[in-house]
């Protein structure tokens, strides 16, 4: 009896490490999994982040790219148009250039005043450009569509009519266009460059997510092996817990065996002593 608690008492210890080992496992394996599944959302999130930041990114490129370029096609028509309109001008201006000196001259000394003579001679030197930029006044984002094509050739009346002042006027707020043209150019050069470096980062943002992820198959297989051993653990438990519920049945089964044999000893030593007091 005493070997049969010696072994029931060891085969309890056992049982309860046993019992401990897979509730560690059992942790384990929990721990794992939630890690595991953290791991998986995380990386899903960042992938439609980083998909929505790329395809922002190409969006906002693209549009930049077309503005650039029908910025640079206004440029290029301002110009032609520019081109075009000196060669008309000076077309108009040879006839009149012949015969303006001598009146010129005449005014300037009959007035008795010779600087004048300096001032309209200046007046007529930025006339052509003054020209130019008076008949595009009215430019902007969609200039080339709807600017009139009869606006490139004006009357000598309306040209004789404009003034020194109105020419310097047009000048000055056609230089100011392009001077807002070339700004908003610089601008939208530099949020192409900051794109370019958001792109870069974010491409450097996602190879570190890959390689993150390439982690995942490695936790996958520890998850896969911490099952095993809980289910190995947990078929041991059971296998133990038969094994025990059997010695209790044989130590029980035994306790009554030992029981009727002693109740048989007692009965024969009784007998024995009552036959033996009768003679």
Not at 156 to 164: D, E, V
Request: charged share 35%.
């Amino acid at each position: 009896i005493s070997c049969l608690r010696a072994e029931q008492t060891q085969l309890s210890k056992t049982l309860e490490k046993e019992r401990q080992r897979a509730a560690e496992s059992r942790q384990e394996y929990l721990a794992a999994k939630e890690e595991a599944d953290t791991q998986e959302g995380r990386a899903r999130q960042l992938e439609e982040e980083i998909r929505d930041i790329r395809q922002k990114h190409k969006h906002e490129l693209t549009e930049a790219l077309m503005h650039r370029e029908r910025l640079q096609q206004e440029i290029e028509k301002e110009k032609a148009a520019r081109s075009d309109l000196e060669r008309t001008v000076r077309v108009h201006s040879v006839p009149s250039s012949d015969q303006t000196p001598p009146t010129k001259h005449n005014s300037a000394f009959e007035n008795g005043n010779p600087a004048r003579k300096l001032s309209s001679t200046t007046s007529l030197g930025s006339w052509e450009e003054s020209y130019f930029l008076q008949a595009s006044l009215d430019s902007s984002d969609s200039f080339s569509e709807r600017r009139n094509p009869g606006e490139l050739s004006m009357s000598p009346y309306y040209m004789k009519s404009m003034t020194p002042s109105s020419f310097e006027a047009a000048l000055r707020q056609k230089e100011g266009e392009l001077a807002s043209y070339m700004s908003r150019l610089a601008s939208l050069e530099s949020i192409r460059d900051s794109l370019a470096e958001e792109l870069v980062k974010l491409t450097a943002q996602c190879e570190k997510l890959r390689g993150e992820a390439a982690v995942l198959p490695g936790l996958r297989s520890e998850l896969e092996a911490l099952r095993r051993r809980h289910s190995a653990a947990l078929e041991l438990m059971g296998e133990r817990d038969e094994e025990l519920e059997e010695l209790r049945a044989d130590i029980v089964d035994l306790k009554e065996m030992y029981r009727e044999q002693v109740n048989l000893l007692v009965n024969k030593i009784q007998i024995m002593s009552s036959s033996m007091g009768n003679t």
